[in-house]
């Protein structure tokens, strides 16, 4: 089955600089990309996702690239703000099929 | 704006109690899976459903864990007989099955005494 793993657990950045969390998974069937942000003590909400048919997608400061043939991707914030701070887990699936989601990287904004 | 919901949001109970969770997908919804969330183990898939049908719970103790979808508007996850190792928090998503977004319930913080 498909493995995913994340990298790092933990990032701290200053307030206003960029934040850059990465993912490999393991099965080359996968096609779909999704990354959750989670906050103490809610759900996992979707912030962006990716298909394998592009590169990169972006979503004002947040942007997700993709990498098929190094098994490779990532999840890049920009101009960082305090309420960034959160759990972020990307995850992997095919098609319509079980998301497999990676460890998670806590991400604290120091103001 | 449409949720997932989930019952009961906390759960004390002592070891050897049945525990139920009910949760409610986003109507329209076709793919319903329930996860477990610990510090240690991350978001962990225990099973799914598609079209009510289940179709992967290889992640599930299944001397202890059913999960089942009596109907398109309801999926339950029973612990018989729970353990203290049982104790996280249990969140049910929904989707359909051509998009893959998850949408995700607030979960069910389960302590087992």
């Known amino acids: 089955g498909e493995n995913v793993e994340q990298h790092p657990s933990t990032l701290s950045v200053q307030e206003g600089d960029s934040a850059v969390i990465k993912c490999t998974y393991s099965d080359s069937a996968s096609n779909y990309f999704p990354w959750y942000k989670q906050e103490l003590g809610k759900r996992p909400q979707l912030i962006i996702d990716?298909?394998?048919?592009?590169g990169e997608k972006k979503d004002q400061r947040i942007a997700v690239t993709l990498n098929k043939t190094a098994k490779h991707f990532s999840l890049h914030i920009t101009e960082t703000q305090p309420e960034d701070s959160a759990v972020y887990f990307c995850?992997?699936?095919?098609?319509?099929?079980?998301?497999?989601f990676g460890t998670g990287t806590r991400l604290t904004i120091i103001p | 704006d449409a949720r997932v919901t989930q019952t009961p949001r906390h759960k004390v109970t002592e070891m050897g109690q049945e525990v139920t969770m009910r949760c409610q997908p986003i109507?329209?919804?076709?793919?319903v899976f329930w996860y477990r969330q610990t510090m240690m183990q991350g978001l962990e898939l225990l099973a799914y459903?598609?079209?009510?049908?289940?179709?992967?719970d290889s992640g599930m103790p299944k001397d202890r864990f059913s999960a089942e979808m009596p109907d398109a508007t309801l999926a339950t996850l029973k612990i018989q007989p729970s353990e203290p190792r049982d104790s996280a928090v249990y969140f049910c998503?929904?989707?359909?099955?051509?998009?893959?977004?998850?949408?995700f319930g607030s979960g069910t913080q389960l302590s087992v005494l």
């Open positions: 109507l329209g919804h076709n793919t």
């Open positions: 995850a992997a699936s095919e098609g319509n099929e079980k998301l497999t």
């Open positions: 459903f598609r079209n009510r049908a289940p179709l992967d």
């Open positions: 998503a929904s989707g359909l099955g051509t998009g893959g977004k998850l949408f």
């Open positions: 990716i298909r394998s048919n592009v």
